[in-house]
């Protein structure tokens, strides 16, 4: 009798045990687990997490790679432009976040960025380099000009060396700094007909990033150099105090939730292209689900970018999920990214093919964004040039992200950036031109975790989760290993009864 009271005892306790230890793994283990890294990766005041997001402890690497045209005075004469990719040109590229305002979840801020070339990293190229291009603000001035300003070209035509003295010409050679930061000068103490040239192109370069106007009234070209003197504008994003699932999340951006230059000036309506979505791509919500995409903006080309989960990876030993941007984020399907402004090679409704995108009410200039190497672009735009060699591993936009705390551990943004040369009205070097989108250069701004920081992750978080995977399928065990205990003590009683 007493083996058959201790049998059912053991198995009403190992019963009990096993219940109780289900609950409290899967119920409020968790759920103290998502608290914890709740509370290491919100934008609390006074924390280590708020710290480094105003001031980012590492610098990343932006690196930049510039397309030398090999065959200029073919290309003059209606040739199709070579292209000699030249670098990489690294820098090192330091972010920090000025704080404006904090309002209960919401913290406003600009962000700041500094470049400091990496001889090292860049050898053998140096920043003295000297490339030849496609001159961009040669072709960016007239392009608009013969936009908006069709019946002065005559006289732009006629003060054209007033305007861009040695730089008077749709092909030129410059050092890779000049072209990135230090510029090119136009409108320098111009005289007679290009003082009034020079007038027409201070109304273009007031809606112009890119152009700069100097205390003497000249103007100064440069890919790169607005980014370092100016800050950008507000961004009102959520610090996850609230919901955690909301932090990084950006309200509006210099006032507004929207992109404005995706406007359609017809209907004046919202559009999905205008929606400001995602966070600035330096913080992310914790507990990813790979099922839902991410979102950054990136405000160098006005928009926010989308990306998909492609598959599970890993870094320095971290479990991490990749995310990618591959041919539909360019792939102009949305129709409200068709500006139908730029010329060049289009489609039969003026917009540009699949793989490109038009900058114009972006950056003011008739630019066009694309993959590095025309990656995922229609092949009438790859075979305009000659020297593309397009490769996704080395050329798509991806993000590798911790799953439990939406840290990014590796990544890369890139871009690059072309500009169609093409015959212009009443511009006559222009006329021999070859219609063609000729690349400028391309860009890579990439972040790998480093080591100390690697260190810290795992030691701080992922290491107690790792002891947690272990402790409950033990205690779990160990419960089911004491009901099992009384079944056999009840079924050993019942037969010694018998």
Not at 171 to 183: C, S
Not at 344 to 362: H, K, P, Q, S
Not at 395 to 424: C, D, M, W, Y
Request: hydrophobic letters at 45%; one cysteine or more.
């Amino acid at each position: 009798m007493c083996g058959i009271i201790g049998g059912v005892s053991t198995l009403v306790v190992g019963s009990v045990l096993v219940v109780a230890s289900s609950v409290i793994s899967f119920v409020f283990v968790p759920n103290i687990i998502r608290n914890i890294i709740a509370g290491e990766v919100t934008l609390l005041d006074d924390t280590i997490q708020m710290e480094r997001f105003k001031e980012v402890p590492f610098p990343m690497n932006f690196t930049v790679r510039v397309f030398n045209m090999t065959n200029p005075a073919q290309v003059l004469t209606g040739g199709v432009p070579v292209m000699q990719e030249i670098g990489p040109y690294v820098y090192r590229l330091y972010q920090t976040r000025e704080i404006l305002e904090k309002d209960g979840d919401v913290v406003v801020y600009k962000m700041h960025e500094h470049f400091e070339f990496d001889a090292d990293l860049s050898y053998p190229y140096q920043e003295d380099d000297l490339v030849t291009i496609i001159n961009v603000p040669f072709h960016a001035v007239i392009q608009v000009a013969e936009s908006l300003f069709p019946y002065l070209m005559s006289l732009l035509q006629m003060a054209m060396d007033e305007v861009f003295k040695e730089f008077n010409t749709p092909i030129t050679t410059i050092r890779v700094r000049d072209l990135l930061f230090d510029g090119i000068t136009m409108c320098k103490n111009p005289t007679g007909l290009g003082i009034i040239a020079c007038s027409i192109i201070r109304d273009i370069a007031d809606n112009a990033q890119n152009i700069e106007e100097k205390p003497d009234g000249s103007l100064v070209f440069s890919i790169l150099n607005y980014k370092q003197q100016l800050p950008s504008q507000e961004y009102r994003v959520q610090r996850g105090l609230n919901d955690p699932a909301d932090l990084g999340r950006i309200l509006s951006y210099a006032g507004s939730p929207f992109f404005p230059q995706w406007l359609n000036l017809t209907t004046r309506e919202p559009n999905v292209c205008m929606e400001v979505n995602g966070t600035d791509a330096g913080i992310f919500a914790p507990f990813v689900e790979t099922e839902r995409s991410i979102y950054a903006i990136n405000t160098d080309i006005c928009r926010s970018v989308e990306l998909r989960y492609e598959r599970d990876s890993e870094y320095e030993g971290i479990p991490t999920v990749r995310f990618a941007a591959n041919e539909w984020l360019l792939d102009n399907d949305d129709g409200c990214f068709c500006l139908n402004v730029t010329r060049g090679i289009n489609r039969d409704d003026g917009c540009l093919l699949r793989g490109a995108m038009e900058l114009y009410t972006c950056v003011g200039a008739f630019l066009i964004m694309s993959y590095p190497h025309f990656l995922f672009a229609d092949v009438r735009y790859r075979d305009s040039v000659l020297g593309m060699h397009p490769n996704e591993e080395n050329h798509k936009i991806f993000i590798e992200l911790e799953p439990n705390t939406g840290t990014p551990i590796r990544g890369a943004k890139r871009a690059q950036f072309n500009i169609f040369s093409r015959p212009v009205r009443n511009i006559p070097v222009t006329q021999n031109l070859r219609t063609a989108i000729v690349p400028i250069l391309w860009i890579e701004e990439a972040i790998d975790l480093p080591h100390e920081f690697v260190d810290e992750l795992t030691e701080r978080l992922l290491s107690s989760l790792q002891l947690v995977d272990i402790f409950i399928p033990v205690l779990i065990a160990a419960c089911v290993m004491v009901l099992v205990v009384g079944v056999a003590l009840t079924a050993r009683a019942r037969l010694y009864r018998k």
